[in-house]
């Protein structure tokens, strides 16, 4: 514990007391103060605010200078001198599930478009901070005149998250995605029928998350360029949009 009181040294007269914890003070507070920087205690916890009161200013130009002095000597060895944090905290989840509403805009050939409603799912998983590898499967619907009209997808491929800290805690990211798409036509009434055909298919965009919790994030948008190819030597060009919640589990120190 720190202490400025006078009777903390009691073997001296008051002033003395009083001289020897003005000089002592400050002295203490290098400990805690080097041992919270370089532990990596502030990088864990970015948002910590930490008071060191009652010390003055006039001994940190000194204690700066002493610390970059010490620090360029690791770096000048090509040393580091951060510790692997014991029980291997992650400063972002291992495994990120979403979940939420999906539209869909079908090329439908000579600038005309079929709209398409349903939702997405996704798992997810952070191989590095800033790169993720993640699989989707999605349904979307829609009924034009008594035909019903399903299309599955089931994609995977990288994504990479720029995080940095805002505000918002906002992280944009971006995405290239590749799999297979299956479009069901299904008429109703006499002589009713269903038909159905596969293509391999690409998705290609990015998105913005935003980061209101440790746990979930709010996954604003993620829009894709989204092509198929259903039909012999043909291809569509699609564009495709979720929004939903995204769950962090497993880690997570941000």
Same mark, same amino acid.
Request: hydrophobic share 35%; proline share 5%; aromatic share 12%.
């Given at each position: 514990?720190?202490?400025?009181?006078?009777?903390?040294?009691?073997?001296?007269?008051?002033?003395?007391?009083?001289?020897?914890?003005?000089?002592?003070?400050?002295?203490?507070?290098?400990?805690? +103060?080097? !041992?919270?920087?370089? $532990?990596?205690?502030?990088?864990?916890? #970015?948002? %910590?605010? =930490? /008071?060191?009161?009652? *010390?003055?200013?006039?001994?940190?130009?000194?204690?700066?200078?002493?610390?970059?002095?010490?620090?360029?000597?690791?770096?000048?060895?090509?040393?580091?001198?951060?510790?692997?944090?014991?029980?291997?905290?992650?400063?972002?989840?291992?495994?990120?599930?979403?979940?939420?509403?999906?539209?869909?805009?079908?090329?439908?050939?000579?600038?005309?478009?079929?709209? +398409?409603? !349903?939702?997405?799912? $996704?798992?997810?998983?952070?191989?590095? #901070?800033? %790169?993720? =590898? /993640?699989?989707?499967? *999605?349904?979307?619907?829609?009924?034009?005149?008594?035909?019903?009209?399903?299309?599955?997808?089931?994609?995977?491929?990288?994504?990479?998250?720029?995080?940095?800290?805002?505000?918002?805690?906002?992280?944009?990211?971006?995405?290239?995605?590749?799999?297979?798409?299956?479009?069901?036509?299904?008429?109703?009434?006499?002589?009713?029928?269903?038909?159905?055909?596969?293509?391999?298919?690409?998705?290609?965009?990015?998105?913005?998350?935003?980061? #209101?919790?440790?746990?979930?994030?709010?996954?604003?948008?993620?829009?894709?360029?989204?092509?198929?190819?259903?039909?012999?030597?043909?291809?569509?060009?699609?564009?495709?949009?979720?929004?939903?919640?995204?769950?962090?589990?497993?880690?997570?120190?941000?």
């Amino acid at each position: 514990m720190i202490s400025d009181r006078a009777d903390a040294h009691p073997e001296v007269s008051p002033l003395a007391a009083s001289v020897i914890n003005g000089v002592e003070v400050p002295l203490q507070l290098l400990d805690p +103060l080097v !041992g919270l920087i370089y $532990s990596g205690v502030l990088a864990r916890h #970015p948002d %910590l605010r =930490v /008071v060191l009161a009652e *010390s003055g200013i006039a001994w940190l130009p000194y204690v700066l200078q002493r610390m970059d002095n010490e620090h360029r000597k690791y770096v000048e060895a090509r040393a580091t001198w951060e510790k692997r944090n014991p029980g291997g905290i992650r400063h972002t989840p291992l495994i990120e599930v979403f979940g939420g509403y999906a539209f869909a805009r079908l090329d439908g050939g000579g600038g005309t478009g079929t709209n +398409l409603n !349903g939702g997405m799912g $996704s798992v997810g998983w952070n191989f590095k #901070p800033w %790169l993720q =590898v /993640v699989a989707d499967s *999605s349904y979307s619907v829609v009924t034009i005149s008594g035909t019903k009209n399903v299309l599955y997808g089931n994609h995977f491929g990288p994504r990479y998250f720029h995080r940095g800290r805002n505000r918002w805690g906002a992280t944009p990211f971006v995405e290239a995605l590749v799999g297979g798409s299956r479009a069901d036509t299904t008429v109703t009434g006499t002589g009713g029928y269903t038909t159905s055909v596969n293509c391999l298919s690409y998705k290609v965009g990015g998105g913005l998350d935003l980061h #209101p919790s440790r746990r979930w994030e709010i996954r604003l948008f993620d829009v894709d360029y989204y092509r198929t190819s259903f039909g012999t030597g043909v291809h569509q060009n699609n564009y495709w949009a979720t929004t939903g919640i995204v769950l962090r589990l497993f880690g997570g120190a941000e």
